[in-house]
């Protein structure tokens, strides 16, 4: 099956500054990758997602990035303020078919603190 | 629409008790999800659900852990018996068929907050 890792497992920035998180996955069939970001005692809410016929993707001060021959796609946050602080997810899905239809494989998550 | 409904919002029993958690889709999604969250597992998907049957139950821990979904607006996920490593954050998620928008979205209920002492 998929497996997905995700680095790094915390990270600190001061704000303004942009901060990028890294995840590889591990099955060449995986075609979707979204992106969660979880406040603390909330529910996962999806921030971002790429397909894989994109190589990138932005909005506004977030942005994704895909290469599927290294198999690896990168979080991008830019001008990072304190509302950014948060537990943040990657995931990577199959939804072209096989038994794993629809199925969200998803990275140990990264603990991102925004210093104002 | 009020997004995914999970009962309750939070459960305190005692080892070896049965918990019944509780979900109610987004109306009109034909995908749902159960995951668990600990600090230690991450976000673990223990199973889910394509228009009310089980795909794939590879996650679920044990037997002593049971999922249904009798119909398009409801699911249930049983723990019996209860033990304290079952405590966790259990959330539902629900998503749309693929073709309606290409969205893929899974939204989160807000979780179930499980204590077993």
């Given at each position: 099956?998929?497996?997905?890792?995700?680095?790094?497992?915390?990270?600190?920035?001061?704000?303004?500054?942009?901060?990028?998180?890294?995840?590889?996955?591990?099955?060449?069939?995986s075609n979707?990758?979204?992106?969660?970001?979880?406040?603390?005692?909330?529910r996962p809410?999806?921030?971002?997602?790429?397909?894989?016929?994109?190589?990138?993707?932005?909005?506004?001060?977030?942005?994704?990035?895909?290469?599927?021959?290294?198999k690896h796609?990168?979080?991008?946050?830019?001008?990072?303020?304190?509302?950014?602080?948060?537990?943040?997810?990657?995931?990577?899905?199959?939804?072209?078919?096989?038994?794993?239809?629809?199925?969200?494989?998803?990275?140990?998550?990264?603990?991102?603190?925004?210093?104002? | 629409?009020?997004?995914?409904?999970?009962?309750?919002?939070?459960?305190?029993?005692?080892?070896?008790?049965?918990?019944?958690?509780?979900?109610?889709?987004?109306?009109?999604?034909?995908?749902?999800?159960?995951?668990?969250?600990?600090?230690?597992?991450?976000?673990?998907?223990?199973?889910?659900?394509?228009?009310?049957?089980?795909?794939?139950?590879?996650?679920?821990?044990?037997?002593?852990?049971?999922?249904?979904?009798?119909?398009?607006?409801?699911?249930?996920?049983?723990?019996?018996?209860?033990?304290?490593?079952?405590?966790?954050?259990?959330?539902?998620?629900?998503?749309?068929?693929?073709?309606?928008?290409?969205?893929?979205?899974?939204?989160?209920?807000?979780?179930?907050?499980?204590?077993?002492?």
């Amino acid at each position: 099956g998929e497996n997905v890792e995700q680095h790094p497992s915390t990270l600190s920035v001061q704000e303004g500054d942009s901060a990028v998180i890294k995840c590889t996955y591990s099955d060449s069939a995986s075609n979707y990758f979204p992106w969660y970001k979880q406040e603390l005692g909330k529910r996962p809410q999806l921030i971002i997602d790429i397909r894989s016929n994109v190589g990138e993707k932005k909005d506004q001060r977030i942005a994704v990035t895909l290469n599927k021959t290294a198999k690896h796609f990168s979080l991008h946050i830019t001008e990072t303020q304190p509302e950014d602080s948060a537990v943040y997810f990657c995931a990577a899905s199959n939804w072209a078919g096989g038994t794993s239809y629809g199925k969200l494989t998803f990275g140990q998550g990264t603990i991102l603190t925004v210093h104002p | 629409d009020a997004g995914v409904i999970q009962s309750p919002r939070h459960e305190v029993t005692e080892m070896g008790q049965e918990v019944t958690l509780r979900c109610k889709p987004i109306s009109g999604h034909d995908y749902l999800f159960w995951y668990r969250q600990t600090m230690m597992r991450g976000l673990e998907l223990l199973i889910y659900f394509n228009n009310n049957v089980p795909i794939d139950d590879s996650g679920m821990p044990e037997d002593r852990f049971s999922a249904k979904m009798p119909n398009a607006s409801f699911s249930t996920l049983k723990i019996q018996p209860s033990e304290p490593r079952d405590s966790a954050v259990y959330f539902c998620a629900s998503s749309p068929r693929w073709w309606i928008g290409l969205s893929y979205e899974q939204y989160f209920g807000p979780g179930t907050r499980l204590t077993v002492t």
